[in-house]
């Protein structure tokens, strides 16, 4: 059933080609056609991810180099029951554990097959790939006894919706190093309907948890599944290092599915986001770095982070945010070549009085909104907060941020950079920019307390706030009012 460690040991002796043969002929081992397969299709994916790695401007490379594992299990050997029906938590527990033993020597990797594996939440470990074969779900138990609580996360101070404890996530991880969460696009399914259910209802005493939630780790790669109706945000990296997440689907409906952000770098530095599709019931991705004096005093933020190459739609909230928790900080971040479409904002920026930190060495490159309503956003009164004990001459600081390359059709409002005296919005940039909008009427270019500037043409025709510069960047006239306010909400 489990590999014995002199097994592991010859294995680790062999070379490739006499190793395949040899396990096949072993019927119990489990090495099978779908580990080849794996290897293939993992290689090719490490040549690319080496290749895209080149053209990075900020992002210091990560090494996105899977560690092929020498000992591969299968769920069933656990004694797991595919139908939907039968709870696998102690399957999912007993194969983590094996896996937990072998770190010493490249750790293992699970095996889910095709089938429906319910399961309770369960912890992940050091040097372990998930794999989910092609037709595998993981599916997560409605029933929230079965859902641990953890204690709050220490830069929110609270759970976000309740004090005190939290719901753990389905799929769990902390302090881990070196964790692969891949396959076939197998789905992991949060089965959130209840969920989203009990919290409109407010029958639910503490926060819900997310679907996968990897903390305090470093070295995590996430490609080629499916994330689905999770009961709270999607995917919740927290205060991690060197992820990176790929060809992952992530789907919710884009209402009624209150909170099912898409993922959540949080606190997290050295993260690709690349070739998703995402449509969910909150933001597709929003970049948090903790809430108010909690994200303050824990002050580690979410830095040198590239998103791109996505398809998001985002029906209640933007398709990417920064915030609103950002207390923490929240720089270097470049998001590219993403369409937003049917969505109520593309890009926003949220934050308040009260948040701290800042917003900084941003830029936004080949963006295109298509049937949004509001295109990009930078928002200062999003008053949430945790307790009573914020500071409310916290004021973040929003600073160079550019736009460039903004292109789309069917956007009613294509800019709303809303600052205000306290909390002002230094050197915005805005450079080819052409949006196509629905509503022809003065004013929807809106700022208010923005410093900044326009290069080239850009339409809509710009707010009064901003310098331009021509093509060539020479100063064609600087503005006499950037504190100026032409913000209309009820566009
Ligand atoms: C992150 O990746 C870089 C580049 O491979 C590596 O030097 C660094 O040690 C990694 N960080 C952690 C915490 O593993
Ligand atoms: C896992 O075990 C099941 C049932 O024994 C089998 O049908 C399946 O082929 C195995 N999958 C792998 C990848 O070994
Ligand atoms: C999973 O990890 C959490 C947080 O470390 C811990 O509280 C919980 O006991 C772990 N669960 C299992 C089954 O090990
Ligand atoms: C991703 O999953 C699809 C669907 O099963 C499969 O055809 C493809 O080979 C996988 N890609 C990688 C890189 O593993
Ligand atoms: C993965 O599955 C999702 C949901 O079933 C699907 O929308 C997506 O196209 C699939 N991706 C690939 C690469 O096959
Ligand atoms: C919430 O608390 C109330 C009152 O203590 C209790 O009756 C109810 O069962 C709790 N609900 C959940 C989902 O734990
Ligand atoms: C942001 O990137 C710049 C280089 O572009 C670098 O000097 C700076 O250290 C980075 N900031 C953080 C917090 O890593
Ligand atoms: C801009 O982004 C779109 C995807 O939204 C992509 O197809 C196109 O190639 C990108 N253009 C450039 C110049 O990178
Ligand atoms: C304004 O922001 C841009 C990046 O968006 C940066 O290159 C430039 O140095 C900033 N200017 C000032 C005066 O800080
Ligand atoms: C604009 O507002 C800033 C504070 O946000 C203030 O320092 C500055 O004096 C104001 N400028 C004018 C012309 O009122």
């Not at 290749?51 to 069933?76: A, D, W």
């Not at 699970?110 to 912890?123: D, R």
């Not at 891949?182 to 969920?195: A, K, L, R, V, Y």
């Not at 196509?436 to 004013?443: D, L, N, P, S």
């Amino acid at each position: 059933m489990v590999e014995t460690s002199g097994r592991i040991d010859q294995q680790h002796r062999s070379e490739l080609k006499r190793l395949i043969p040899s396990l096949l002929s072993n019927h119990k081992t489990l090495f099978t056609m779908l580990w080849i397969a794996a290897f293939g299709s993992v290689f090719i994916w490490q040549r690319n991810a080496i290749n895209g790695m080149l053209t990075f401007r900020i992002l210091p490379p990560i090494r996105s180099m899977p560690n092929l594992r020498p000992v591969v299990f299968n769920l069933t050997d656990f004694g797991a029951v595919g139908d939907g029906v039968t709870l696998n938590t102690e399957a999912f527990e007993r194969a983590v554990l094996e896996i937990g033993k072998m770190g010493k020597k490249g750790g293992g990797q699970l095996n889910v097959p095709p089938g429906k594996w319910l399961t309770a939440p369960f912890n992940l470990t050091s040097h372990m790939t998930l794999f989910l074969a092609e037709g595998a779900v993981i599916l997560g138990v409605q029933d929230e006894k079965l859902w641990p609580l953890l204690p709050p996360l220490p830069s929110y101070g609270y759970g976000r919706e309740h004090p005190g404890p939290r719901y753990g996530s389905l799929i769990h991880g902390q302090n881990l190093k070196d964790i692969i969460i891949t396959g076939h696009n197998g789905t992991i399914d949060g089965q959130g309907q209840s969920w989203w259910i009990k919290y409109k209802q407010k029958l639910l005493n503490n926060t819900r948890g997310p679907l996968v939630q990897i903390m305090w780790s470093s070295n995590i790669i996430i490609t080629n599944v499916t994330l689905q109706n999770s009961p709270f945000w999607t995917l919740h990296p927290y205060d991690c290092k060197n992820i990176t997440i790929r060809d992952v689907t992530i789907l919710a409906p884009i209402f009624q599915a209150p909170n099912t952000d898409g993922i959540d770098p949080d606190s997290c530095d050295n993260m690709l986001i690349e070739n998703c599709y995402i449509s969910v019931g909150d933001d597709g991705i929003a970049i948090k770095s903790g809430w108010d004096q909690y994200g303050i005093a824990y002050g580690r933020p979410s830095t040198n982070i590239i998103i791109r190459n996505l398809v998001i739609r985002s029906m209640v909230s933007a398709g990417v945010s920064i915030g609103s928790e950002m207390s923490g900080g929240v720089s270097n971040v470049t998001v590219e070549n993403v369409l937003v479409w049917d969505s109520r904002r593309a890009v926003r920026i949220k934050t308040a009085a009260g948040r701290g930190g800042y917003v900084r060495n941003i830029i936004y490159r080949n963006l295109t909104f298509e049937n949004v309503r509001v295109g990009i956003v930078i928002k200062t009164d999003y008053n949430e907060h945790p307790d009573e004990g914020f500071d409310p001459k916290a004021f973040p600081v929003i600073e160079d941020i550019s736009y460039i390359g903004i292109h789309g059709h069917g956007v009613r409002v294509p800019v709303r950079i809303h600052g205000s005296e306290d909390i002002p919005i230094r050197n915005v940039t805005f450079r080819d920019i052409s949006i196509g909008i629905t509503y022809k009427k003065k004013h929807i270019f809106q700022c208010a307390f923005v410093h900044g500037q326009v290069i080239g043409t850009v339409f809509p025709a710009p707010c009064e706030n901003l310098d331009r510069y021509d093509e060539q960047e020479r100063l064609v006239s600087r503005s006499s009012t950037q504190n100026n306010s032409d913000i209309d909400y009820d566009i």
